[in-house]
T-cell receptor
């Protein structure tokens, strides 16, 4: 089966610019997650969707980050405006059961 | 979620068993132990999970102590491709999804 797809793989922007990341989960997976991984740290959950509804966005910096999952399939994560500390790898994951999450390759964002 | 403690790094000779320890002394009765690994520049990959009993799959074995306060992930015959950061995570598996809280993990270096 096809894995979780993410694009772009790399993005370089200047601070105060906007950026968007796209994720296509594994077909049939109802739950979708976005994680932020800063260099040298483990991934940190930003937001979790169940179908097209938000389950948990408690760690999402809502003043600059937004995410949506239209039609319960693909998802987009946006940052506007970006700050230097947003430089990280943004990982998308999906799951269909209570146990295993499947991760995409991630998008490496560099904010200069 | 129960906090986990892992050594920051370990070395293992190629072909030998790699034994990765994890302490989770505050684990609750309904919390599972999960192991994921992250190879450089890739997203995390699920390895195995367990509740009370020891578990084995094609990738690894998970040994959980009787009091459930610690566990060991065993890679029976480590190869160079097993070089990665290994994360031990303790989490309740519930129907609302399965948010993972990653710590620092153990960086396993398999050497020829």
């Amino acid at each position: 089966e096809a894995g979780v797809a993410q694009s772009p793989r790399y993005k370089i922007i200047e601070k105060r610019q906007s950026v968007a990341f796209w994720c296509n989960p594994i077909s049939g997976h109802a739950t979708l997650y976005w994680y932020q991984q800063i260099l040298g740290q483990g991934p940190k959950l930003l937001i979790q969707f169940q179908n097209n509804g938000v389950v948990d966005d408690s760690q999402l910096p809502k003043d600059r980050f937004s995410a949506e999952r239209l039609k319960g399939v693909d998802s987009t994560l946006k940052i506007q405006p970006a700050k230097l500390e947003d430089s990280a790898v943004y990982l998308c994951a999906s799951s269909q059961d209570r146990y295993e999450q499947y991760f995409g390759p991630g998008t490496r964002l560099t904010v200069t | 979620d129960a906090k986990t403690t892992q050594p920051p790094s370990m070395d293992c000779a190629e072909g030998r068993a790699a034994n990765l320890p994890c302490n989770h002394s505050t684990i609750s009765g309904n919390e599972y132990v999960y192991w994921y690994r992250q190879i450089h520049s890739q997203g995390p990959q699920y390895i195995i999970h367990g509740l009370k009993n020891n578990e084995t799959n094609e990738m690894a074995s998970l040994i959980i102590t009787e009091d459930r306060k610690s566990s060991t992930l065993i890679l029976p015959h480590a190869t160079l491709r097993d070089t990665a950061v290994y994360y031990c995570i303790v989490r309740v598996a519930n129907n609302a999804g399965n948010m993972l809280t990653f710590g620092g993990g153990t960086r396993l270096m398999v050497k020829p």
